[in-house]
């Protein structure tokens, strides 16, 4: 595997159920960052993890919660979603957060809430 | 004012033409300047970085004005498969995150 894989690709679920959104990075790096992407808006950055230390929480509501146990792995649970919380959701990874060279994304989890 | 703004588009263009994206930021402590390109239904992938002096890679020239807060993005000669979305990106000043522009949206027509 390389660059920055995530799993699921797709997932539909109910404002009742809790899933987990898992992304991996084979890059080396050290920073993760969990972005969300709606139609008609731009790349809103949701939580920073920089050394596996959460750094930033953009004012996310509470149903969704990060969790990053090593630099090179990171979660976002989910519970009681919202229909407006479907989205598309992108991890990506830099060499820092501080960085001359972009961050890297995978390729996104598209989610429904029904 | 937004942090990053740019034209949404859609710009039609066709082959073989040179098309202009243009983009203003807002925080003048912004260091780090990016173009991303995303295709339908996938993820941003990193264009070219931007950098002062200005630099080319092939038939994509990007700019920087500092002084203005203003990104440009020029594609020479352009090929059915330049078809995508184009996003500015900045760095958000001392927190280095990066902040994405709305895209504008480029089609290539034969």
């Known amino acids: 595997e390389t660059g920055v894989t995530q799993t699921p690709r797709h997932l539909v679920m109910g404002m009742t159920n809790k899933k987990s959104l898992k992304c991996e990075q084979h890059?080396?790096?050290?920073?993760m960052y969990w972005y969300k992407q709606s139609a008609k808006k731009p790349l809103e950055l949701m939580f920073v993890?920089?050394?596996?230390?959460?750094?930033e929480n953009n004012s996310v509501p509470s149903r969704f919660s990060p969790e990053c146990p090593n630099s090179s792995h990171l979660f976002l649970h989910l519970h009681t979603l919202q229909p407006e919380d479907s989205a598309l959701y992108l991890c990506?990874?830099?060499?820092?957060?501080?960085?001359?060279?972009?961050?890297?994304f995978g390729s996104g989890t598209r989610l429904t809430v029904v | 004012r937004k942090e990053v703004e740019q034209d949404p588009g859609p710009f039609n263009v066709p082959e073989g033409a040179t098309v202009a994206f243009n983009c203003t930021y807002s925080?003048?402590?912004?260091?780090?300047f990016f173009w991303y390109r995303q295709d339908c239904r996938k993820e941003p992938k990193l264009l070219m970085s931007?950098?002062?002096s200005g630099n080319e890679d092939g038939r994509f020239t990007a700019q920087l004005n500092r002084a203005s807060q203003y990104i440009s993005l020029l594609i020479r000669d352009s090929k059915l498969s330049d078809s995508a979305t184009y996003l500015c990106v900045v760095d958000g000043g001392s927190q280095g995150n990066l902040i994405f522009g709305k895209g504008t949206k480029l089609s290539v027509k034969p």
């Open positions: 931007v950098y002062s």
């Open positions: 990506a990874s830099s060499a820092m957060t501080r960085t001359n060279y972009g961050y890297t």
């Open positions: 925080n003048s402590a912004s260091q780090s």
């Open positions: 993890y920089n050394f596996k230390e959460q750094t």
């Open positions: 890059l080396g790096h050290n920073a």
